[in-house]
């Protein structure tokens, strides 16, 4: 599966942004998606992650309350709305595809979005 992100930005704290995932080939539907980001001079962190069929979700503890992850799999699509963003939240976000119940282990995702930076800043 290929994966492109796009809709990240710079954006004030308090701000909102919803970034877009991609996906291409016929596996897309089956598999599960998540989000991570990775700050500078940080490792790679979970954010959220939603099942194949979108029932099933969950959040990093620092996503909760303020993230939604959401998927339509009709246009092979993954979204990741982030709302009251902080400038903690600063980072690269990529979305990437695993099997169902992966949730934030993140060696067992297989595919990685090259992914789309996301700066909160006054």
């Known amino acids: 599966v290929q994966l492109i992100e796009s809709g990240g930005g710079l954006v004030q704290p308090g701000g909102s942004l919803r970034l877009s995932c991609r996906g291409s080939?016929?596996?897309?539907?089956?598999?599960?998606m998540g989000w991570f980001r990775q700050a500078p001079g940080k490792e790679r962190e979970f954010v959220a992650y939603?099942?194949?069929?979108?029932?099933?979700?969950d959040y990093a503890d620092s996503a909760k309350g303020r993230f939604t992850i959401s998927r339509d799999n009709a246009e092979k699509m993954v979204y990741l709305q982030l709302n009251n963003l902080k400038p903690e939240d600063t980072g690269i976000y990529s979305c990437?595809?695993?099997?169902?119940?992966?949730?934030?282990?993140?060696?067992?995702?297989?595919?990685w979005g090259q992914g789309t930076q996301v700066t909160v800043s006054s």
């Open positions: 939603i099942g194949w069929s979108g029932s099933s979700t």
């Open positions: 080939g016929r596996t897309f539907s089956s598999l599960a």
């Open positions: 990437a595809a695993g099997p169902e119940g992966a949730r934030n282990n993140i060696y067992q995702y297989d595919d």
